[in-house]
């Protein structure tokens, strides 16, 4: 059962006419406006504030697909129901991307209602702290105190899955690493899209130019910018250094040409060092965070099915794991 999900893959779909088309539109608008605005804490307040204001435009949902508003723990969420058949008694703990500055769960329910699908459970997106106001240790206070949340309101951590995406992905690391290190019990897998996980100075050589979204440069400031005062090779700070032992099941999904793919792969090889079974999905010439394009881009769609798969596997990997569960199935046959 291990086996299933302790591998990497390059998917072998062809690359989409649509892909290729927002790869060339992003890379002559997106990058280069990044490229501009990221350049002082007024720029990043001022990008912050648009995106907040454009993610209030209601976007287009599937009828089968629900929006609650909540709490978890300290910070604000949503529930996000889609499919039919869920099973309310399991859930799965979504932090969105956005370089620690934009974004929030409004801005990211293309991912989130189909992980719904993929996980056949709600899904519990968090809108956590974000900079300039607030610091990386606020962000991961939240995340690990809406995990805490669902703890307490009766879920069991062979229920709970966790993902994010970009810094969400980081927050996803730092937040597994932050619970072992407490003691905490451990949810029963994690998927990380396209993670931040390298904050510290190591230089990003690869993909710089090949990359259609992201400034290599612009992330390299940012980085400079969330670590200030703090020890960036610390594991809460920059999860690529982590000591990845007693971690549950882990994927990752990079693209071939994103300036982060590097990142995706030295944690897949720190967590599977560490004994943890990890499946790595590199998909060949997709963007960064490339599921947020799914109602525009196939294989932004296809993935959430490789997502699926890897979600069951875990699951039933868990179910294996838990003490007693053998003996119950015994009893019961």
């Not at 909540?70 to 703990?93: F, I, N, Q, S, T």
Request: hydrophobic content about 45%.
């Amino acid at each position: 059962m291990r086996d299933e999900i302790d591998v990497d893959v390059c998917p072998g779909y062809p690359v989409s006419w649509q892909a290729s088309a927002l790869n060339a539109i992003m890379r002559g608008t997106v990058k280069p406006l990044s490229g501009l605005l990221l350049r002082s804490d007024l720029s990043v307040l001022a990008a912050s504030r648009f995106v907040a204001l454009a993610g209030r435009v209601p976007l287009r949902l599937p009828p089968h697909v629900s929006l609650v508003q909540d709490r978890a723990g300290a910070c604000p969420g949503e529930w996000v129901r889609a499919g039919h058949g869920l099973d309310e008694g399991k859930v799965l703990l979504y932090l969105h991307g956005g370089g620690y500055f934009v974004c929030s769960p409004a801005t990211h329910r293309p991912i989130t209602w189909r992980l719904s699908v993929a996980a056949r459970r709600p899904v519990l997106a968090v809108d956590y702290r974000q900079g300039p106001v607030h610091t990386l240790a606020e962000s991961l206070e939240d995340a690990v105190g809406a995990y805490r949340c669902l703890l307490e309101r009766g879920y069991e951590p062979a229920d709970i899955l966790i993902a994010g995406d970009s810094a969400g992905g980081h927050l996803t690391l730092a937040a597994l690493l932050a619970l072992r290190d407490r003691g905490a019990p451990l949810p029963a897998a994690a998927v990380c899209l396209s993670p931040w996980a390298d904050l510290s100075d190591t230089p990003r050589r690869v993909n710089r130019l090949l990359d259609p979204v992201i400034p290599a440069g612009r992330v390299e400031w940012l980085a400079r910018r969330w670590t200030a005062g703090l020890d960036a090779r610390d594991p809460l700070v920059s999860p690529v250094f982590g000591d990845y032992t007693g971690l549950p099941p882990l994927m990752v999904v990079t693209g071939s040409t994103e300036v982060l793919r590097d990142e995706g792969r030295r944690v897949a090889e720190r967590a599977r060092a560490a004994g943890v079974p990890v499946t790595y999905e590199e998909w060949r010439r997709m963007p960064h965070v490339f599921p947020i394009l799914a109602d525009v881009v196939p294989e932004a769609r296809r993935v959430f099915r490789h997502i699926a798969r890897f979600l069951a596997a875990a699951q039933r990997l868990a179910a294996r794991d838990v003490p007693g569960e053998a003996g119950d199935r015994t009893a019961a046959a």
